[in-house]
């Protein structure tokens, strides 16, 4: 409203539009805010909650990751240790079975040089009652050529054998001492 002039403003409107207009806002309005509002918070409410609820669900995922985490390194550190103790048991073990096996080599050489020594022992025996008997039937041979007549008894035999054969170890002892 202009001026005297009567012209209208064209900005303005008219009053009974303005009127009509802000009752009709006024009915959207109590429309919008009755039926629409309530529902729009409701789904807004759920959404939070749900919100809400995934974020407390992935602190607890988070939560329990955590420990699943804590205790799979304490397993995995457990692990560490029996590994580390069963290798040095079977490291114990195998120096217990090497000392076994050395003990065992050693007794068992100790036996074969001991069968050995008694072994030549026996073939020494064995060697001198041989030449024994050979020197002494050599020597009962040759006694009986020099003194003309047969020595074949056996007591007079075996009894000169035994006189010459320890004349000769006299001899023998004898010459030892004088060599030492």
């Known amino acids: 409203m202009l001026a005297e002039g009567g012209d209208t403003n064209p900005v303005l409107p008219d009053t009974a539009e303005l009127v009509v207009g802000s ?15 309530p529902k729009i918070q409701a789904t807004l409410a759920e959404r939070t909650k749900a919100i809400e609820g995934g974020l407390a669900k992935a602190e607890e995922a988070q939560k329990e990751a955590q420990q ?4 799979y390194q304490a397993k995995l550190k457990e692990a560490q240790r029996d590994a580390t103790r069963q290798a040095e048991e079977a490291r114990e073990q195998g120096n217990q079975i090497i000392a076994q096996m050395k003990e065992q080599a050693q007794a068992e050489a ?7 020594h008694a072994q030549i022992e026996a073939d020494k025996q064995q060697a001198v009652a041989a030449l024994r008997a ?6 009962v041979e040759l006694a009986g050529r020099v003194v003309g007549e047969s020595l074949e008894d056996t007591a007079r035999q ?3 054998v035994d006189r010459f054969l320890e004349e000769l170890e ?10 030492s």
């Open 23 to 37: 009752i009709a806002f006024a009915i959207v309005l109590i429309l919008v805010g009755k039926l629409f509002v």
């Open 170 to 179: 006299g001899r023998a002892g004898h010459r030892e001492q004088i060599t």
């Open 158 to 160: 075996s009894r000169v």
């Open 110 to 116: 100790r036996r074969i040089v001991e069968a050995a």
């Open 68 to 71: 699943t985490l804590d205790q």
């Open 134 to 139: 050979e020197i002494g039937a050599l020597s």
